[in-house]
């Protein structure tokens, strides 16, 4: 079983940067897909972008698409993401996630299984 801790939430203006960053543990962290959900109030939690094992391949959730960027460091064990441009809408508690070991590609969202405590963002107008 993989520990994932997040870290970098905050509050910020409209408009404003954030870089949200995940640690792992407990299991080869180079070996796995990585993942950012988000879950706003009464909504239910979200996909917003994963990263390849390698970092070769990414994929993003319609609404982040030029605005986030996820990245990773295996030598670190860390999972990053770099949130410019943010809007009020993106405000929500964003959780790491990692899925079982899946080969060269991003598996299907419901294949994450291993989920951090959440760090809160909160993006004010």
């Known amino acids: 079983q993989v520990q994932l801790v997040e870290s970098g939430g905050g509050l910020v203006q409209a408009g404003g940067s954030l870089r949200l960053s995940c640690a792992a543990s407990?299991?080869?962290?180079?070996?796995?897909?990585m993942g950012w959900f988000r879950q706003a109030p009464g909504k239910e939690r979200a996909f917003v972008a994963a990263?390849?094992?390698?970092?070769?391949?990414?994929r993003y959730a319609d609404s982040v698409k030029g605005r986030f960027t996820i990245s990773r460091d295996n030598a670190k064990n860390t999972v990053y993401l770099q949130m410019n441009s943010l809007k009020p809408e993106d405000t929500a508690v964003y959780y790491c996630?990692?899925?079982?070991?899946?080969?060269?590609?991003?598996?299907?969202?419901?294949?994450?299984?291993?989920w951090g405590q959440g760090t809160q963002v909160t993006v004010s107008s």
């Open positions: 407990g299991r080869t962290f180079s070996m796995y897909a």
């Open positions: 990263i390849s094992w390698s970092g070769r391949i990414t």
């Open positions: 996630a990692a899925p079982p070991p899946y080969g060269s590609g991003i598996p299907d969202q419901n294949e994450f299984d291993s």
